[in-house]
């Protein structure tokens, strides 16, 4: 029912930044939360940062201070800034939706193909 696309991945130096975009698309009046989550080589898929449809959000511990997750209603997009990237940020990054099945049930059913990010000198 609904489609992620990504697009921003790419190489950046240390201390350099990135901004990540997700476009949706589809029947978006059952998702509540969006959400960014990383893998990096030989590692579980880890939580980056969500934001609900209110404006709230949460961050993981490593990210905090450095990425800002933001998300515009009207046009259906979710933004990952990230700043003072470290190399330890390399990973594919997934932008994610979350799904009310019914009231007080959510799930993470939607996923976007996933966006090479690189941090390297």
């Known amino acids: 029912q609904v489609q992620l696309v990504e697009s921003g991945g790419g190489l950046v130096q240390p201390g350099g930044s990135l901004r990540l975009s997700c476009a949706a698309s589809g029947s978006m009046f059952s998702i509540r939360r969006m959400g960014w989550y990383r893998q990096a080589p030989g590692k579980k898929r880890e939580l980056v940062a969500t934001?609900?449809?209110?404006?709230?959000?949460v961050y993981a511990n490593s990210v905090k201070g450095r990425f800002t997750i933001s998300r515009d209603n009207a046009e259906n997009t979710v933004h990952l800034q990230m700043n003072t990237l470290k190399p330890e940020d390399t990973a594919v990054y997934y932008c994610?939706?979350?799904?009310?099945?019914?009231?007080?049930?959510?799930?993470?059913?939607?996923w976007g193909q996933g966006t090479q990010v690189t941090v390297s000198s």
């Open positions: 934001i609900a449809s209110g404006g709230s959000t």
């Open positions: 994610a939706a979350e799904r009310e099945i019914v009231p007080g049930l959510r799930q993470w059913d939607y």
